[in-house]
């Protein structure tokens, strides 16, 4: 696909913005909620807890490569840069 080209009223920066997004909230979740000592004391609320984060990181990896995958010059200049 062309640089820059709009994927269905998509560009590249929504695909960045989605992928920042999924990062922080993994990350909230990890920080806030997984650390909650009333999560640290029930283990299956420990487990939905982790689940719930591995599957935002999952998104994370999936949303990167969607954006390698529609936006492959983009892709190749950040690795100049």
Known sequence: MKKNKKIKGLDRFHYHEALDRAYIVANMIDDHLMEHPVVQKHKELKKRVKKAEQLLYDVYQ????????????????????
Do not use: C, T, W
């Open 62 to 81: 999936m949303i990167g490569g969607l954006d390698m995958k529609l936006f492959p010059n983009d892709s190749e200049m950040r690795g100049k840069q």
